[in-house]
């Protein structure tokens, strides 16, 4: 086998988390998202299996993956790609722990030299394994086709349990035989709909879920908290809040549509969906009020729904494609909580926004060749607006006079149909239907 080639910079993520990853408080192991949460829980049940490293004997719990992901970057200088998105994560280190035993990392991982306009001396060689490579791409269907198989194999289970029972937590009424019974009846008597029964797997922990949040005086939509649980309730009822938060990545676990497709949560599948119902349909939609997507300030958590109010508010005129880099750069300082007037540390987001407004460091810039790098071209939120929103009246023109002469490899798209029509999930979805 060829090894791959060496590429001058990542076509992936992974780039701003490479830039960082010699300093252990710089670490960033997953793509982030704009609003910032903590990191959703594994089930109890698994969280204490053991993740192997697949190159030394290092190992830590899989309640603890960042750790072992950290070790392998900074002890290894090796980097999984989409880490999120495979489906069992022991099984999956435990795999390439034997393929590497077999034969040398570089005849499976893309090999990423940073600092590649840097001295000799400060370059670096990283491996990045992803699912370009066939192999890491059918272990991750393989993986993600024994999920799907095991959940719906617990889905059945509990549809057919009749000897469910558990007390409704709005008003503590006991109720026996199938799961339904209960959802029916919150849905029905309380106003609480958690979608259909049917569509819930791992039914027990999805309520207790449920229950500890109210117990903490928790509303189940919003998340705030409240004093009592008389409180809560009024808020709840006045508010509308009688629902989960479809945002809380948490619940993911418990729909089994979340399992269907690698990589797509039920919000992807729900979109394709209606794009196919809106194709057929001729009913005018123009009347539609659309929640604007705002652009969240460099500087401080002001937002603005238009590019004109956030310049006028910013105070920046920089050219594209540098405008491009000064803000992702800007994110990751802040993102790290460190101000990048003075380079001060602190211990969260909110204080170092507060120690640049006090300071008065909001203007007080690094030089240019500080944050004018490459690397820079990647966000560090993969779904900012203030990205989407950037200016480009300085014109195409000026791509090749900023990108200095930076390779940029395009996603390979080449065979997504293909891969799209063949996926071994697809076949498993319409062997279960024709069995049912």
Same mark, same amino acid.
């Given at each position: ?97 034997? #393929?590497?035993? /077999? $034969?040398?990392?570089?005849? !499976? ?34 993986? /993600? ?13 509990? #549809? ?18 199938? #799961?339904?019974?209960? !959802?029916?009846?919150?849905?029905? *008597? ?7 029964? *049917? ?18 005086? $928790? ?6 908290? !409240?004093? +009592? ?10 508010? $509308? ?31 394709? *969906? ?47 494609? $540098? ?12 993102? /790290? ?74 996603? +390979? ?24």
């Amino acid at each position: 086998m060829r090894n791959p080639p060496v590429h001058e910079e990542p076509k992936t993520d992974v780039v701003p988390f490479l830039r960082t990853a010699s300093r252990s408080t710089d670490c960033i192991l997953e793509p982030l998202s704009f609003p910032e949460q903590p990191a959703a829980s594994d089930v109890a049940a698994s969280s204490e299996r053991t993740l192997p490293c697949f190159l030394c004997s290092h190992s830590a719990l899989l309640s603890e993956k960042n750790t072992l992901l950290k070790h392998l970057a900074l002890e290894h200088k090796v980097v999984i790609a989409d880490v999120g998105l495979v489906a069992d994560f022991p099984r999956y280190m435990l795999y390439w722990r034997t #393929r590497f035993s /077999q $034969q040398p990392i570089t005849d !499976f991982c893309s090999v990423i030299k940073t600092n590649s306009e840097g001295p000799a001396e400060n370059q670096e060689n990283y491996f990045l394994l992803c699912d370009v490579l066939p192999e890491d791409r059918i272990l991750r269907e393989q993986l /993600q086709q024994k999920r799907l198989e095991e959940v719906l194999e617990q889905q059945q289970r509990e #549809r057919d349990d009749c000897n469910f029972q558990h007390v409704c937590m709005f008003c503590n009424e006991e109720f026996s035989g199938n #799961r339904s019974t209960l !959802f029916n009846h919150m849905a029905k *008597d309380h106003s609480f709909s958690v979608g259909l029964p *049917d569509n819930i797997v791992y039914c027990k922990e999805f309520l207790k879920t449920l229950e500890e949040k109210l117990d903490s005086l $928790q509303c189940l939509y919003c998340e705030k908290t !409240f004093r +009592d649980k008389t409180t809560l309730k009024d808020h709840m009822r006045k508010k $509308q809040h009688r629902r989960i938060n479809a945002k809380n990545n948490d619940y993911d676990r418990f729909y089994v549509i979340n399992y269907l497709e690698l990589g797509k949560t039920w919000e992807d599948v729900q979109s394709e *969906d209606d794009h196919d119902i809106l194709e057929d349909n001729d009913d005018d939609w123009s009347d539609w009020q659309e929640h604007p997507v705002c652009a969240v300030c460099l500087f401080c958590e002001q937002q603005a729904e238009t590019m004109d109010k956030m310049y006028k508010h910013m105070q920046v005129n920089l050219k594209f494609y $540098q405008q491009v880099k000064f803000v992702n750069y800007i994110r990751r300082e802040i993102h /790290q909580c460190r101000c990048y007037g003075c380079q001060e540390t602190f211990s969260s987001e909110a204080d170092v926004l507060q120690h640049i407004s006090d300071s008065g460091h909001i203007m007080n810039l690094p030089k240019v060749s500080v944050w004018d790098q490459p690397q820079y071209y990647f966000p560090t939120y993969e779904n900012d607006a203030l990205l989407f929103a950037l200016s480009d009246s300085d014109g195409e023109s000026e791509s090749l006079e900023h990108t200095g002469n930076v390779p940029v490899i395009a996603e +390979d798209i080449s065979n997504l149909e293909a891969i799209k029509h063949t996926s071994v999930l697809k076949q498993l979805l319409k062997d279960r239907s024709s069995s049912s």
